[in-house]
């Protein structure tokens, strides 16, 4: 079984930076997102990374600004965001799935962890 365990998620003022965090353990798995919801819409996907470092990606519409990464001795993904906006605010999750395929599809992760706040505002 895949714990998954978000942290990070705090409030900022508009133009500031968080880098949020996944810690991940047990059980396998190939590809580890970050996804987010604000309140009042559904899940959306903003970036994916595959485990065996074959590849990354951000979400075209904040590719700009947000960057996913790794660190493999601790098992940890990260989601480097810049210049925060309001529209930002959300809880961010992280999912994972055992296939390397690229999945945008919140359908498609089995594990999820308990999300982080992420609030905007000034």
């Known amino acids: 079984q895949v714990h998954l365990v978000e942290s990070g998620g705090e409030q900022v003022q508009p133009g500031g930076s968080l880098r949020l965090s996944c810690a991940a353990s047990g059980g396998t798995f190939e590809t580890v997102s970050w996804f987010r919801q604000a309140p009042g819409k559904g899940r959306e996907f903003v970036a994916a990374i595959n485990w065996e470092d074959m590849w990354t990606y951000n979400e075209g519409t904040v590719s700009e600004r947000f960057d996913i990464s790794k660190e493999n001795g601790v098992s940890t993904v990260y989601l480097q965001i810049i210049n925060l906006q309001p529209e930002d605010t959300a809880v961010y999750y992280c999912?994972?799935?055992?296939?390397?395929?690229?999945?945008?599809?919140?359908?498609?992760?089995?594990?999820w962890g308990q999300g982080t706040q992420v609030t905007v505002s000034s």
């Open positions: 999912a994972a799935r055992r296939s390397s395929v690229l999945s945008r599809w919140a359908g498609d992760y089995a594990y």
